[in-house]
């Protein structure tokens, strides 16, 4: 298990962590009657590539994995996945949603939708649904999912018709002040601004933005969702708008289930990454459950391929079905609306 369980991304680490503890709680009696034994490690991800590597080497090396689950942001994972692709270890991303991700090679898989999906969903529904017609967009230039899904977000606005009227960039883990960018924007006077940025640092901009009086609907995606982004943007997150695969929100019976036991184990709500890293668990043990024994290939090939055929897995975030590119296509994509302390479902779009 690769988590970043340190550094600024902690939190969703620890989120994906509690995830994966449900779901092995509820798969612990399977397996101890399966042809195989499950043990699972941790190594922290430190949050950055670098430490990322390193821990991604050590269980290959180290510890001998036969796969690899993890890890959740982008950044990461994409400095893993190299190495778990030259050692022929699957690697299985619960929440990765760069494009990129899978196109590393036939060992990584994911079990989301890609970047370019909620980005299409968000500039389509800003120009369709919000009427919003002109847009800022903030990236952060140190994480890959701020660079690439902004891309994709205004290639589909101008497509649309829509006018970017200036990308404003900074470095989150560089830039102490973010001063500079929130003047920029202010004097473009945006409808919108849109700004697929982690939480740890968008609470901060929300906080900032409306110190500075600026006014533009902000719009964002599933990197705002955690819950200390309204503890440190202080109650100014009011109206938001962001694109995301999961709610605890949603009345289906399997989702209301999941949040309740998630609830009752933690005393918080599960966020998309605690809801994407329980299902990662079952769409392993799928795999797990198809191998043939005697194995005519290695633990690792035999996995790889059980993963490469997944289909139709009911999980909390959706069908889960894996494509020839291994990834996860979901064509529903939930619009939720930033509260001062919560959210509520705003809509959904539907990708064609």
């Known amino acids: 298990m690769l988590l970043s369980r340190t550094g600024g991304l902690a939190d969703i680490g620890?989120?994906?962590?509690?995830?994966?503890?449900?779901?092995?709680k509820e798969l612990a009696s399977k397996w101890k009657t399966s042809n195989y034994r499950v043990q699972f490690i941790y190594e922290d991800a430190g949050s950055g590539p670098d430490t990322a590597a390193i821990a991604t080497n050590k269980l290959i090396r180290g510890d001998k994995v036969d796969v690899i689950i993890g890890d959740l942001t982008s950044t990461t994972t994409l400095a893993a996945a190299p190495i778990a692709q030259s050692a022929k270890v699957p690697l299985l991303s619960p929440s990765s949603t760069s494009d990129k991700t899978t196109q590393v090679g036939n060992y990584v898989f994911r079990a989301c939708l890609v970047d370019s999906v909620q980005a299409i969903a968000m500039a389509n529904y800003a120009f369709d649904r919000l009427k919003?017609?002109?847009?800022?967009?903030?990236?952060?230039?140190?994480?890959?999912?701020?660079?690439?899904?902004?891309?994709?977000?205004?290639?589909?606005?101008?497509?649309?018709?829509g006018k970017i009227l200036k990308v404003v960039r900074f470095r989150g883990n560089h830039d102490t002040s973010n001063v500079a960018q929130?003047?920029?924007?202010?004097?473009?006077?945006?409808?919108?601004?849109?700004?697929?940025?982690?939480?740890?640092?968008?609470?901060?901009?929300?906080?900032?933005?409306?110190?500075?009086g600026i006014q533009?609907?902000?719009?964002?995606?599933?990197?705002?969702?955690?819950?200390?982004?309204?503890?440190?943007?202080?109650g100014t997150t009011e109206g938001g708008l962001f694109t995301n695969t999961f709610s605890y929100l949603n009345p289906s019976q399997k989702v209301q289930k999941f949040r309740a036991n998630f609830k009752g184990s933690y005393g918080v709500e599960p966020s998309a990454y605690s809801a994407l890293a329980y299902d990662s668990i079952f769409v392993l043990e799928n795999a797990l459950s198809r191998i043939v024994f005697p194995m005519k290939k290695s633990f690792s090939e035999s996995i790889r391929d059980g993963l490469a055929t997944t289909k139709r897995i009911e999980g909390v975030t959706g069908e889960i079905s894996l494509d020839?590119?291994?990834?996860?296509?979901?064509?529903?994509?939930?619009?939720?609306?930033?509260?001062?302390?919560?959210?509520?479902?705003?809509?959904?779009?539907?990708?064609?």
């Open 14 to 24: 620890i989120a994906g962590a509690r995830g994966f503890e449900l779901a092995m």
């Open 132 to 161: 919003i017609k002109e847009v800022a967009v903030l990236v952060d230039m140190d994480m890959d999912h701020s660079r690439d899904v902004s891309k994709v977000f205004i290639k589909e606005f101008e497509k649309r018709g």
């Open 182 to 212: 929130l003047t920029e924007l202010r004097n473009l006077h945006p409808q919108a601004i849109y700004a697929p940025v982690y939480y740890a640092k968008m609470g901060a901009i929300f906080k900032q933005a409306r110190t500075f």
């Open 324 to 352: 020839r590119d291994r990834n996860a296509p979901k064509p529903d994509i939930v619009i939720l609306q930033l509260k001062k302390d919560g959210y509520k479902f705003h809509g959904t779009y539907i990708n064609q």
């Open 216 to 234: 533009a609907q902000f719009l964002g995606d599933d990197a705002w969702d955690s819950p200390l982004l309204f503890d440190l943007a202080a």
